[in-house]
């Protein structure tokens, strides 16, 4: 996937909004690598002006920036949560400064596409989009939810917290009884030793 297909229309979300850009500013030449695998994986460079532009040198990045497939539509939708399940590995701080600046920029789709379509069809394909988003973020949980279900039935190859307290609270009995058995046995060999004096 090319880099531009990800800066061109970021550069014009930020450009509408200019405290983004400041943000950015003091990362200028700092190198972002974004992974979605398998989907994508691309590089940006930080421009001076806090515009991003894509950077196909085999140049190291500053920070990566590993996202999961699955929380593409809440990231989309700017869910809170989903920002959790990026995985930050290099310049804490630039990843960080990326990751508030797409939490908090609000791209208005409807009033870009009011200008091309007018305002009735601009409305309705926002309300679309929303709604898609939406159903796609509960089939995504509710996929998630019937897999774990699946693996802790059908399939156990991932335990349920209760089964794993169970099992911790039978492996403490088992410690306790075998630190009892011992404790008999130990008073045994001293009695027959006693004995046998």
Request: a negative charge; charged letters at 25%.
């Amino acid at each position: 996937m090319p880099a531009s297909f990800a800066t061109n229309p970021l550069n014009y979300i930020l450009r509408s909004e200019s405290w983004a850009c400041k943000r950015l500013q003091p990362h200028e030449g700092k190198i972002v690598c974004i992974r979605i695998p398998p989907i994508a994986h691309f590089k940006m460079i930080v421009l001076a002006n806090g515009e991003m532009q894509s950077n196909t040198d085999n140049l190291e990045a500053d920070t990566t920036l590993s996202i999961l497939p699955a929380i593409l539509p809440g990231l989309i939708m700017h869910d809170e949560s989903a920002y959790d399940g990026i995985s930050i590995s290099g310049d804490a701080l630039f990843a960080e400064d990326l990751i508030t600046v797409s939490k908090y920029l609000k791209p208005n789709f409807e009033q870009a596409l009011s200008k091309i379509l007018g305002d009735i069809p601009a409305h309705r394909i926002t309300k679309a989009k929303d709604s898609f988003f939406q159903w796609h973020i509960h089939l995504v949980k509710n996929l998630s939810d019937a897999l774990g279900e699946y693996w802790q039935e059908e399939r156990p190859i991932i335990a349920k917290s209760n089964a794993i307290k169970d099992f911790s609270r039978q492996l403490n009995e088992l410690k306790h009884d075998v630190n009892q058995l011992e404790h008999r046995i130990n008073q045994i060999f001293l009695k027959d030793t006693l004995n046998n004096r």
